[in-house]
């Protein structure tokens, strides 16, 4: 009776730690390092993808368009986006409340997909 009533006990105090880290974990607003540089990292894959966006364009508007051109771009442009999706959720995961990475994420679902 004794080790179930302290095994409950214990269970009980674990799942209060893992709910207050969790709380804390939720209503925390600033980036640590590791997030900044990934948040960094994913901003420069998302001017990147802007500016194959851009390239794109400027080729199909010319009066006889590479197709092979537009389709590298479009590959590029696909790979960016995936890897960019990746990191977004990554961070959206560990960073739910953060402003900065709701903005930068709301930036990019407005302009690349």
């Known amino acids: 009776m004794r080790i179930i009533l302290a095994s409950q006990v214990i269970e009980q105090q674990r799942a209060r730690r893992l709910t207050i880290k969790l709380r804390s974990t939720l209503l925390r607003k600033d980036l640590t390092s590791m997030e900044q540089r990934t948040l960094d990292k994913v901003e420069d894959y998302l001017e990147e993808a802007l500016g194959e966006l851009r390239s794109f364009w400027e ?3 010319r009066p006889q368009p590479d197709l092979l051109d537009l389709q590298t ?3 590029h442009l696909s790979n960016l986006t995936l890897k960019t999706l990746q990191i977004y959720s990554s961070l959206l995961d560990t ?3 953060n402003p900065t990475v709701l ?4 930036l990019f679902i407005g302009q690349i997909l």
Do not use: F, G, Q, V
């Open 59 to 61: 080729d199909l508007l």
């Open 103 to 106: 903005r930068s994420y709301s």
């Open 73 to 75: 771009h479009l590959e």
């Open 95 to 97: 960073c739910i409340n």
